[in-house]
């Protein structure tokens, strides 16, 4: 199956600093990414979805200033968390969409391994 | 809306067999996922149900029914490794990813 990487994978942060994570399609050009964030035994809530090449669409209660993404290219997608406070402290998983090539079913998603972010 | 119910927790014996429902309501539909989710990993791909019908692959196995807008996964054999969340998604008619809470499954000796 196709792999998508992220970085870091764990990142402790002062209040009010900024963290970029990376996603990145290793073996396939991702032309959708999708960023989510899960808090303890909680679901995966989907935050923004991103296509290359053009801004990305935050779901309803997400704050585009505070989440910024960059879709910079096919293999590559970023999300950063500006003025992180502690209640921004949770999991961050990207996932990327392929196409037919990836080796799935049509357009599936293939995710990054997360992120766990604890701001203190 | 859309929405997906499944139970929020179940506990089985190893070696057993367990049986995780699912119950879907989207607009549109392309399709229903399971995801495996270990305590702090990211959810690995299960299987894929499009038709109706059962799709057997190894210990695992996933139905569907889409005139019931249900689905289950079914787990054989269960290991011990088997503990996890395991997480029911279902694509709507835009291929967005509607996701349930997960089951969490407790696999007792």
């Known amino acids: 199956g196709a792999v998508v990487s992220q970085h870091p994978s764990r990142v402790i942060c002062k209040s009010g600093t900024s963290v970029k994570i990376e996603c990145r399609s290793l073996?396939?050009?991702?032309?959708?990414m999708f960023w989510y964030r899960q808090f303890p035994k909680q679901s995966l809530m989907l935050m923004a979805t991103?296509?290359?090449?053009?801004?990305?669409?935050?779901e309803q209660g997400v704050e585009k200033d505070k989440f910024l993404i960059n879709h910079a290219s096919l293999t590559l997608s970023t999300l950063t968390v500006t003025s992180a406070h502690p209640e921004d402290s949770s999991f961050y998983i990207c996932?990327?969409?392929?196409?037919?090539?990836?080796?799935?079913?049509?357009?599936?998603?293939?995710f990054g391994p997360g992120t766990r972010l604890t701001v203190l | 809306g859309q929405n997906i119910d499944q139970p929020t927790e179940m506990t089985a014996t190893e070696g057993a067999i367990v049986q995780i429902n699912c119950t879907y309501q989207?607009?549109?539909?392309?399709?229903l996922f399971w995801y495996q989710q270990h305590a702090g990993e990211a959810p690995t791909f299960l299987s894929y149900?499009?038709l109706d019908g059962l799709e057997e692959k190894g210990r695992f196995s996933s139905f569907l029914s889409r005139s019931k807008g249900y689905s289950y996964l079914l787990l054989k054999e269960l290991q011990m490794k088997d503990s996890a969340s395991y997480l029911c998604?279902?694509?709507?008619?835009?291929?967005?990813?509607?996701w349930g809470a997960g089951t969490k499954l407790i696999i007792k000796p």
């Open positions: 996932s990327a969409r392929g196409g037919l090539e990836a080796g799935g079913p049509r357009d599936e998603q293939f």
């Open positions: 073996d396939f050009q991702a032309t959708t």
């Open positions: 991103s296509n290359e090449g053009s801004k990305a669409t935050y």
């Open positions: 989207t607009s549109g539909f392309n399709g």
């Open positions: 149900n499009v």
């Open positions: 998604a279902a694509w709507d008619s835009n291929y967005q990813l509607i």
